[in-house]
C-alpha cells in the first residue's frame, strides 16, 4: 500500500460524517474556457473571477482555466513585451485576492519568467495564496506551433522557485509539484500543460505513480478535423491506465486568429470514462463531482504494478493546501449515477457490448465442448429468461462448430409449479430453433422421494422445493451420461451472489455459461438476440423470447395460483436491478454499504430510502452466508470485470462474519 492509501485509510476510518459528497470521496471539479480578449490580462482576470464565482455558487473545489489564459495563448511576439508580462503577474494576484474566500485550488495559465527565461506556466491559487507555479515541458516548434521562439522547456531546468514580485518573492517552481490536501491526502492534484501529456513518460504519469488522484491539464490545443476524438482517446488512455482523474481545460473560441481556430473543448474524465464534456465553440463550464475513492480502490487492486514503478520515479515535493468541510453542500451528486452498471447507456455502446459478451460465452463453451470431445450438450429448459439465454448460446456455439443441432438436447421437467405459460415456451422455444426435446416429469419421482425420507408433501418448505431442484440436476447429469455430454448450468450471477440455488441442485452443472451474466444483463442480451431474430425474419422466436422476457422471474418450485405463477423470486429476495447495483459497487470497487446506500439513492428514484436499505441488508446478509455455494462453483466464462469464481475474482472465507457491513447500516437514517 503506497504512503497515500495508508493515510486515506486513517483518515476515513477517524470520520463518521457521511452526510455530504465529499464524506464518500467525491469532490466537485470544474473546467472552463472563459471569454477573453488576446493581450488584455484585466478583461481576462474579471472573466476568470466572473466562472468563479458562478462556480462558488456550487460549491465547486477544483477549477481548471486553459493554458495562458491570463494572457492569451495567441498572443505571438507580444510575449516578450515586458509590459505583458507584468500585467499576467498582477492579473494572477488580483485573481488570488479576489478569490481569497474561495474553498476552491484553481489554476490558472500565463507566461511566467524566471532567471532570464520565459515559462510557460499553470499557476496554483489557494484562498488568495499563489501555491506553486509548474512550467510546460514539451515545446513544440513545428507546423502551426513556434512555441521555442518563445518560451523555454522545463525539461532541465533545476530551478525550485520563482519571483513573481514582492508580495510573491518565492514561489515554488517545477514539475515534480503535488498539490495535495494537508487533511484528506487523496485529494492529490498533478498538473500538466497541453501536450506535455503525449510524452512517453509525462509528469502526470510520474505524479501518478507517486499518489497523485488527479490530474490537471491546462492546454490550448487549436482545432482541426479529428483532433477533438484523437484528444477524448489520448485523454481517457491516460486516465485508465494511470487510474486517475483527468481534468482538460482548453483555449476558448476568443483565442482563434490568423490561420488557427480554437474550441474551448474541455472533459474530466474518471478511471478512463468521460464524465462531463462541453460542446465545442459554446465556451462552456463543466461541472462534475470525481469520486476519488473509486480511484483509490481500483488503484489497491493493482498495488504491485503501482508500487514496482516507483522505484523508478523521481521524488516529488507536495505543496499543501487545505480544503475545508462544506457543511451547506447538497446531498445529491453534481454527476449521474447509472442504476444499470452492467449495461452501457447508449445504443451504439450496447449493441457492440452484447455482441462482444455473446462472442465470449459462444467461444468459452466451444473450447470446452472441443476439448472433452463432448457429443452432445444437456440443457434444462424451463421457459424462464437464464435458460433461454443459456440455450440461445449453445444453438450459436453449435453453428459455429458446425455441429448438428439435434445434438442439443432440452429437457423440459415439469413439476408442482410449473405453468402452461414457461411449459409452453420452453417447448415452442427448442422447436423453433431445432434441438432435440425430451420432457422428464418430475413428480412422481419426487412423490417417491418424499414417501422414501417420510415428508410431508404437504409441508411447502425447503424440503419440498429443494427436492425438485435436485431431482432435475440428477436427472441432466444421467442424461449427459448415456448421451457422452456436457451440462451445460443456466444459472447467472446475481443468483451465485444472493445464493438463490440449491446446493447440489441448480448450483451444480458441468459448465456454468452465465455465471459471470448479472440479471438486468440477462434481460438485455435475451431482449437483444429478440430483435436479431425480428431482423432476421424469425418472428416466431421473437415472439417467445418476448414473452419470456415478461413473465415474473420464478424457479416455479411452488403449485401455481390458477395457472398462474405464486413463486415470484423478486418478492423474496428483492428486485435484481437492485443487487445487481450492489454486487457491481461491493464487489468492482468493495465501497462500504453507506456509500452504496448514497448511491443507490441518487440512482434509483422508484424507491424509498427504507426500501433500499433493506435490500441492502438483506443482499451483505445472503452474500455472506452463502460463500460455501460458490466455494465449489463450476467453471464458468469471465465477460466482465466483476466474477464470483473462487479460482479468480473472489476467493473469500466461506465462514466470513458480515456484522460489520449490517452494523454499518443498521446505524443509517432513512
Known amino acids: 500500500m503506497t504512503p497515500t492509501s495508508l493515510k486515506l485509510s486513517v483518515y476515513y476510518f477517524k470520520k463518521n460524517l457521511y452526510n455530504f459528497p465529499m464524506d464518500y470521496g467525491f469532490i466537485r471539479s470544474a473546467c472552463a474556457s472563459p471569454k477573453l480578449i488576446v493581450g488584455n490580462c484585466s478583461y481576462n482576470a474579471q472573466q476568470i473571477i466572473e466562472c468563479i464565482n458562478d462556480a462558488k455558487k456550487k460549491n465547486v ?32 494576484e488580483y485573481i488570488a485576492k479576489e478569490t481569497s474566500k474561495f474553498n476552491c485550488l484553481i489554476l490558472v495559465g500565463s507566461p511566467i519568467y524566471n532567471k532570464n527565461s520565459l515559462y510557460n506556466c499553470a499557476i496554483a491559487i489557494f484562498k488568495g495564496k499563489i501555491l506553486a507555479v509548474i512550467p510546460k515541458t514539451l515545446i513544440h516548434n513545428y507546423g502551426e506551433l513556434n512555441e521555442y521562439r518563445y518560451f523555454n522547456s522545463a525539461l532541465g531546468c533545476d530551478l525550485k522557485k520563482v519571483y513573481l514580485s514582492a508580495e510573491n518573492p518565492e514561489i515554488p517552481f517545477g514539475t515534480d509539484i503535488i498539490l495535495e490536501d494537508s487533511k484528506n491526502p487523496l485529494i492529490s492534484i498533478a498538473v500538466e500543460l497541453s501536450d506535455d501529456l503525449t510524452l512517453p513518460l ?29 484528444r477524448k482517446l489520448l485523454i481517457c488512455s491516460q486516465s485508465k491506465k494511470t487510474t486517475s482523474v483527468y481534468l482538460y481545460a482548453n483555449a476558448s473560441k476568443e483565442e482563434s486568429t490568423t490561420d488557427l481556430v480554437f474550441s474551448g473543448h474541455n472533459l474530466i474524465v474518471e478511471n478512463g470514462k468521460i464524465l462531463k464534456e462541453s460542446n465545442l465553440f459554446k465556451n462552456e463550464t463543466i461541472i462534475s463531482d470525481i469520486d476519488l475513492e473509486l480511484i483509490s480502490q481500483d488503484r489497491k487492486k493493482t498495488t504491485g504494478s503501482i508500487n514496482n514503478s516507483i522505484s523508478n520515479s ?27 452498471p452492467f449495461i452501457p447507456s447508449n445504443d451504439i455502446d450496447k449493441s457492440k457490448r452484447f455482441s462482444d459478451i455473446i462472442n465470449l460465452q459462444i467461444n468459452a463453451l466451444a473450447k470446452r465442448i472441443l476439448h472433452i470431445n463432448a457429443k452432445s450438450v444437456v440443457i434444462g429448459l424451463s421457459g424462464g429468461l437464464d435458460s433461454t439465454l443459456a440455450l440461445l448460446i449453445v444453438v450459436k456455439t453449435f453453428e459455429l462448430l458446425n455441429k448438428d443441432k439435434n445434438s442439443i438436447i432440452a429437457i423440459t421437467m415439469p413439476g408442482f409449479g410449473t405453468t402452461d405459460r414457461t411449459y409452453n415456451n420452453a417447448c415452442l422455444l427448442a422447436k423453433e430453433l431445432k434441438v432435440s426435446l425430451k420432457e422428464v416429469k418430475i413428480t412422481d419421482a419426487i412423490i417417491q422421494h418424499f414417501k422414501d425420507i417420510n415428508h410431508d408433501i404437504n409441508i411447502h418448505d425447503v424440503t419440498y422445493e429443494n427436492s425438485q431442484a435436485r ?46 451474466i448479472p440479471k438486468t444483463l440477462v434481460k438485455h442480451l435475451v431482449n437483444w438476440i429478440a430483435e436479431q431474430e425480428n431482423n432476421n425474419g424469425n418472428t416466431t422466436v421473437f415472439n417467445v423470447l418476448k414473452d419470456v422476457l415478461n413473465t415474473p422471474v420464478s424457479p416455479e418450485l411452488l403449485p401455481p ?19 445487481d447495483f450492489f454486487i457491481y459497487y461491493a464487489l468492482r470497487y468493495g465501497f ?79
Open 61 to 92: 473545489n477544483v477549477f481548471v482555466f486553459p493554458e495562458l489564459c491570463i494572457c492569451g495563448c495567441t498572443c505571438g511576439d507580444l510575449f516578450f513585451q515586458k509590459t505583458l508580462q507584468e500585467e499576467c503577474i498582477k492579473s494572477i
Open 202 to 230: 509525462s509528469p502526470s504519469t510520474q505524479a501518478v505513480m507517486q499518489g497523485a488522484t488527479i490530474v490537471a491539464n491546462l492546454s490550448a490545443s487549436n482545432e482541426i478535423v479529428g483532433r477533438a476524438d484523437y
Open 471 to 516: 431431482e432435475r440436476t440428477q436427472i441432466l447429469m444421467d442424461i449427459a451420461n448415456e448421451e457422452q455430454g456436457l451440462v451445460v448450468g443456466t444459472g447467472d450471477l446475481s443468483e451465485l451472489a444472493l445464493g438463490w440455488a440449491t446446493y447440489n441442485g441448480d448450483q451444480m452443472s458441468m459448465y456454468g455459461i452465465n455465471s459471470s
Open 314 to 340: 523521481q521524488n516529488l515535493r507536495i505543496v499543501n493546501f487545505d480544503l475545508d468541510k462544506i457543511e451547506s453542500s447538497p446531498k445529491t451528486l453534481e454527476r449521474t449515477i447509472n442504476p444499470y
Open 592 to 670: 462500504s454499504p453507506r456509500k452504496i446506500f448514497f448511491l443507490a439513492k441518487n440512482a434509483f428514484t422508484q424507491y424509498s430510502n427504507s426500501e433500499i436499505k433493506k435490500w441492502l441488508i438483506s443482499f451483505y446478509k445472503r452474500f455472506f452466508s452463502q460463500q460455501f455455494k460458490r466455494s465449489c462453483m463450476p467453471d464458468g466464462v469471465k465477460v466482465g470485470t466483476v466474477g464470483l469464481s473462487p479460482r479468480g475474482d473472489l476467493r473469500m472465507p466461506s465462514d466470513a462474519s458480515s456484522e460489520h457491513w449490517i452494523k454499518e447500516l443498521d446505524s443509517l437514517e432513512c
Open 561 to 579: 395460483t390458477n395457472n398462474n405463477i405464486s413463486q415470484k423470486t423478486e418478492n423474496i429476495v428483492g428486485p435484481y436491478e437492485l443487487h
